[in-house]
Protein backbone atom coordinates (compact mmCIF):
# COMPACT_ATOMS: atom_id res chain seq x y z
CA UNK A 1 0.00 0.00 0.00
CA UNK A 2 1.50 3.65 -0.86
CA UNK A 3 2.81 5.09 2.29
CA UNK A 4 1.37 8.34 1.79
CA UNK A 5 -2.40 6.22 1.26
CA UNK A 6 -1.52 4.32 4.46
CA UNK A 7 -0.49 7.33 5.91
CA UNK A 8 -3.85 9.46 5.43
CA UNK A 9 -5.94 6.39 6.61
CA UNK A 10 -4.16 6.17 9.60
CA UNK A 11 -4.17 9.65 10.21
CA UNK A 12 -7.93 9.40 9.81
CA UNK A 13 -8.39 6.60 12.28
CA UNK A 14 -6.00 8.58 14.31
CA UNK A 15 -8.01 11.49 14.58
CA UNK A 16 -11.36 10.08 14.29
CA UNK A 17 -12.68 13.26 13.21
CA UNK A 18 -12.35 15.92 10.89
CA UNK A 19 -12.90 16.91 7.25
CA UNK A 20 -12.19 20.00 4.68
CA UNK A 21 -14.89 21.16 1.89
CA UNK A 22 -14.06 19.69 -1.29
CA UNK A 23 -14.54 22.86 -3.01
CA UNK A 24 -10.38 24.36 -3.59
CA UNK A 25 -9.14 27.58 -2.30
CA UNK A 26 -10.09 29.80 -5.56
CA UNK A 27 -13.62 27.84 -5.59
CA UNK A 28 -14.30 28.81 -1.88
CA UNK A 29 -13.44 32.30 -2.61
CA UNK A 30 -15.49 32.23 -5.91
CA UNK A 31 -18.36 31.40 -3.11
CA UNK A 32 -18.06 33.48 -0.99
CA UNK A 33 -17.74 36.70 -3.44
CA UNK A 34 -21.30 35.97 -4.94
CA UNK A 35 -23.21 34.47 -1.57
CA UNK A 36 -22.55 36.66 1.67
CA UNK A 37 -22.54 34.52 4.45
CA UNK A 38 -25.89 35.44 5.89
CA UNK A 39 -27.05 34.09 3.12
CA UNK A 40 -25.34 30.70 2.68
CA UNK A 41 -28.31 28.95 5.40
CA UNK A 42 -28.30 25.55 4.50
CA UNK A 43 -31.66 24.11 6.32
CA UNK A 44 -31.65 20.59 6.46
CA UNK A 45 -32.67 18.76 3.04
CA UNK A 46 -35.08 16.53 5.08
CA UNK A 47 -37.03 15.80 8.25
CA UNK A 48 -34.23 12.45 7.77
CA UNK A 49 -31.38 14.29 8.21
CA UNK A 50 -33.03 16.74 11.52
CA UNK A 51 -34.38 13.14 12.74
CA UNK A 52 -30.49 11.86 12.47
CA UNK A 53 -28.56 14.98 13.27
CA UNK A 54 -30.77 16.01 16.64
CA UNK A 55 -30.93 12.54 17.61
CA UNK A 56 -31.50 12.25 22.00
CA UNK A 57 -30.64 16.19 22.33
CA UNK A 58 -34.08 18.84 22.18
CA UNK A 59 -33.03 21.17 19.24
CA UNK A 60 -35.29 22.94 17.49
CA UNK A 61 -35.20 23.40 13.26
CA UNK A 62 -34.16 27.14 13.39
CA UNK A 63 -31.29 25.98 16.15
CA UNK A 64 -30.21 23.08 13.91
CA UNK A 65 -30.25 25.43 10.80
CA UNK A 66 -28.18 28.29 12.11
CA UNK A 67 -25.58 25.95 13.76
CA UNK A 68 -25.16 23.60 11.00
CA UNK A 69 -24.99 26.84 8.92
CA UNK A 70 -21.92 28.38 11.16
CA UNK A 71 -20.32 24.82 11.38
CA UNK A 72 -20.12 24.35 7.52
CA UNK A 73 -19.25 28.11 6.83
CA UNK A 74 -16.24 27.63 9.45
CA UNK A 75 -15.41 24.41 8.11
CA UNK A 76 -15.23 26.45 4.54
CA UNK A 77 -12.55 29.14 6.32
CA UNK A 78 -10.32 25.98 7.68
CA UNK A 79 -10.14 24.79 4.63
CA UNK A 80 -8.51 27.79 2.89
CA UNK A 81 -6.43 27.75 6.02
CA UNK A 82 -5.51 24.57 5.47
CA UNK A 83 -4.28 25.05 1.70
CA UNK A 84 -2.31 27.86 2.84
CA UNK A 85 -0.62 25.92 5.57
CA UNK A 86 -1.68 29.27 7.74
CA UNK A 87 -1.15 27.97 11.45
CA UNK A 88 -2.07 30.78 13.14
CA UNK A 89 -4.92 31.72 11.70
CA UNK A 90 -5.55 27.83 12.44
CA UNK A 91 -5.19 28.47 15.71
CA UNK A 92 -7.99 30.89 16.80
CA UNK A 93 -10.60 28.40 15.54
CA UNK A 94 -9.37 25.23 18.00
CA UNK A 95 -10.81 25.40 21.34
CA UNK A 96 -8.13 26.10 24.42
CA UNK A 97 -8.40 22.94 26.26
CA UNK A 98 -7.28 21.21 23.02
CA UNK A 99 -4.53 23.51 22.09
CA UNK A 100 -3.33 22.90 25.71
CA UNK A 101 -3.33 19.29 24.83
CA UNK A 102 -1.86 19.45 21.70
CA UNK A 103 0.66 21.30 23.04
CA UNK A 104 2.53 19.06 25.57
CA UNK A 105 5.47 17.17 24.01
CA UNK A 106 4.43 14.49 25.64
CA UNK A 107 1.45 13.94 23.92
CA UNK A 108 2.59 15.06 20.60
CA UNK A 109 5.31 12.11 21.16
CA UNK A 110 2.84 9.42 21.84
CA UNK A 111 0.79 10.63 18.88
CA UNK A 112 4.02 10.15 16.75
CA UNK A 113 4.19 6.87 17.85
CA UNK A 114 0.99 6.09 16.33
CA UNK A 115 1.83 7.55 12.87
CA UNK A 116 3.03 5.09 10.28
CA UNK A 117 5.61 7.17 9.29
CA UNK A 118 8.76 8.10 11.38
CA UNK A 119 7.48 11.24 11.29
CA UNK A 120 8.24 13.02 14.66
CA UNK A 121 5.55 15.74 15.99
CA UNK A 122 8.01 18.22 18.00
CA UNK A 123 5.19 21.20 18.46
CA UNK A 124 1.69 21.96 17.90
CA UNK A 125 2.43 23.42 14.36
CA UNK A 126 4.19 19.96 13.16
CA UNK A 127 0.40 18.52 14.11
CA UNK A 128 -1.20 21.07 12.56
CA UNK A 129 1.02 20.48 9.27
CA UNK A 130 1.64 16.42 9.12
CA UNK A 131 -1.54 15.21 11.19
CA UNK A 132 -4.96 17.85 11.05
CA UNK A 133 -4.06 19.01 7.51
CA UNK A 134 -3.80 15.62 5.50
CA UNK A 135 -6.50 13.89 7.19
CA UNK A 136 -8.80 16.59 6.39
CA UNK A 137 -7.75 17.55 3.03
CA UNK A 138 -10.14 16.22 -0.23
CA UNK A 139 -12.99 15.60 2.25
CA UNK A 140 -16.56 16.28 2.35
CA UNK A 141 -18.66 17.63 5.35
CA UNK A 142 -22.57 17.68 4.58
CA UNK A 143 -24.21 17.06 8.04
CA UNK A 144 -23.33 17.62 11.83
CA UNK A 145 -24.41 15.63 14.84
CA UNK A 146 -25.32 16.67 18.37
CA UNK A 147 -23.87 15.13 20.87
CA UNK A 148 -25.37 17.50 23.24
CA UNK A 149 -26.54 21.28 22.46
CA UNK A 150 -23.12 22.47 22.63
CA UNK A 151 -21.21 19.60 21.26
CA UNK A 152 -21.32 18.74 17.76
CA UNK A 153 -19.51 16.43 14.92
CA UNK A 154 -19.45 17.15 11.76
CA UNK A 155 -19.85 14.15 9.19
CA UNK A 156 -19.68 12.79 5.56
CA UNK A 157 -22.75 10.13 6.17
CA UNK A 158 -21.99 7.08 4.28
CA UNK A 159 -24.32 4.44 3.81
CA UNK A 160 -24.11 2.52 6.94
CA UNK A 161 -22.45 5.04 9.13
CA UNK A 162 -20.68 8.32 9.52
CA UNK A 163 -17.22 9.20 8.99
CA UNK A 164 -16.41 12.06 11.60
CA UNK A 165 -14.05 14.81 10.28
CA UNK A 166 -14.68 17.42 13.07
CA UNK A 167 -15.49 18.09 16.60
CA UNK A 168 -16.90 21.21 17.46
CA UNK A 169 -17.88 22.91 21.00
CA UNK A 170 -19.49 25.63 21.86
CA UNK A 171 -17.45 28.02 23.85
CA UNK A 172 -19.50 31.57 25.03
CA UNK A 173 -21.62 31.19 22.02
CA UNK A 174 -18.94 30.26 19.37
CA UNK A 175 -18.25 27.16 17.71
CA UNK A 176 -14.39 26.13 18.07
CA UNK A 177 -12.82 22.77 16.66
CA UNK A 178 -12.15 20.41 19.27
CA UNK A 179 -9.18 18.16 18.73
CA UNK A 180 -9.91 14.43 20.66
CA UNK A 181 -7.39 13.86 22.84
CA UNK A 182 -5.48 10.27 22.52
CA UNK A 183 -7.07 7.14 23.75
CA UNK A 184 -5.49 4.33 25.39
Known amino acids: MPSKLFFSIIS ?3 LFNVVSCNSTKTEVKQQEKFI ?4 TEQP ?3 DDEFNRSTQGVQITRAEFNADKNEILQIIKELSIIMSDYDFNSWMKYIDPESLRYW ?3 RNLLNASKRLP ?3 RLSNLNDYFRYVFVPSRKGRSVEEIRYISRDSVKAVQP ?3 RDIVYYNF ?3 NGK ?4 IPELQN
Do not use: Y
Not at 36 to 39: G, N, V
Open 12 to 14: IFF
Open 117 to 119: SKT
Open 158 to 160: MQD
Open 36 to 39: PAEK
Open 44 to 46: AKT
Open 169 to 171: VRI
Open 103 to 105: SNP
Open 175 to 178: WMVN
